[in-house]
């Protein structure tokens, strides 16, 4: 909804590959996906276009978006580089003037019919050139070339668009929050069973698996979704035929490198168990042996 209502609309209500206008000036409007690192962000944004692809087609001569991660190093110079890039201009002099750039992208997003420019990580940008990137953003915003703007990155992102209030008016806010198992447990079951199903595993029987897998992956649904796939890459290595918190405690200790006591698939009590204590973590009991 909040991509779908950033888009023109023909007289039957059908949505259009254009940037909508909201105003007496034609001004457009974006919006800001938030979340914590890891919370799927990215992913999600991506899936959202990608399913309004019949809208949002690619032609040889059109560009109806243009997607960009903010590069390193993060700087407004370099941001307008890698977007003239994405947009399919390779003769971009890196020693020409930061805003003259700027002004040339904004002349090829009218040149493909751009709809919608998004900027993932955008939190990276705001750490230098504040007030240019977000003049940048008005910019874009206005004028006979304007184009809807979708900008995804942390809650340091929403901070600075709350920092200028013109800004600010133009953009919604969708943020992603914690996963929590009376919430999102079925849910996340049911995306276990299909991914077991795809690929011929029976799913884990474990009453408390799911709580071990939220709080061992921050709460966050990007990052369970990736423990989930490692756990399977254990599975089918070993060739077995059943899914088990042994795999998640395998895939846990991977991208923890931490030891049995401090796997929140062993501990009894995983839940005070703090992931990201390091050495200062507490060590409750061992639930069960490691598998050899």
């Known amino acids: 909804m909040h991509v779908k209502r950033l888009l023109g609309r023909d007289e039957e209500g059908r949505l259009l590959p254009q940037a909508r206008r909201l105003t007496r000036t034609g001004e457009t409007r974006g919006m800001m996906l938030v979340g914590a690192p890891g919370s799927g962000k990215s992913h999600l944004m991506d899936r959202t276009l990608s399913k309004m692809g019949e809208v949002l087609e690619r032609s040889v001569d059109t560009r109806p978006v243009i997607a960009c991660?903010?590069?390193?190093?993060?700087?407004?110079?370099?941001?307008?580089?890698?977007?003239?890039?994405?947009s399919g201009f390779e003769g971009a002099n890196p020693r020409q003037e930061a805003w003259s750039l700027w002004q040339m992208f904004r002349h090829r997003i009218g040149m493909l019919e751009t709809a919608l420019v998004w900027i993932d990580e955008a939190q990276d940008l705001f750490c230098a050139d504040r007030r240019l990137i977000l003049r940048a953003l008005k910019s874009l915003m206005q004028g006979d070339n304007a184009v809807a703007v979708v900008l995804s990155g942390t809650e340091e992102l929403a901070e600075v668009i709350r920092s200028d209030a013109q800004v600010k008016r133009r953009f919604t806010a969708m943020g992603l929050p914690e996963m929590v198992e009376t919430v999102h447990g079925d849910m996340y079951r049911a995306v276990l069973a299909?991914?077991?199903?795809?690929?011929?595993?029976?799913?884990?029987?474990?009453?408390?698996?799911?709580?071990?897998?939220?709080?061992?992956?921050?709460?966050?649904?990007?990052?369970?979704?990736?423990?989930?796939l490692l756990a399977m890459e254990f599975a089918i290595e070993q060739d077995d035929e059943y899914l088990t918190i042994d795999h998640f405690a395998s895939a846990y200790a991977m991208n923890e490198a931490c030891p049995a006591s401090e796997n929140v698939f062993y501990a009894d009590n995983y839940h005070v168990l703090d992931p990201d204590a390091g050495d200062d973590a507490p060590m409750p009991r061992s639930r069960r042996k490691r598998k050899g």
């Open 69 to 86: 991660p903010v590069p390193s190093p993060a700087t407004f110079k370099s941001m307008v580089l890698a977007l003239l890039e994405e």
């Open 194 to 228: 299909d991914y077991c199903g795809r690929v011929g595993l029976e799913p884990p029987v474990e009453s408390d698996l799911i709580g071990r897998i939220f709080h061992g992956a921050r709460y966050r649904f990007g990052r369970a979704i990736e423990l989930l």
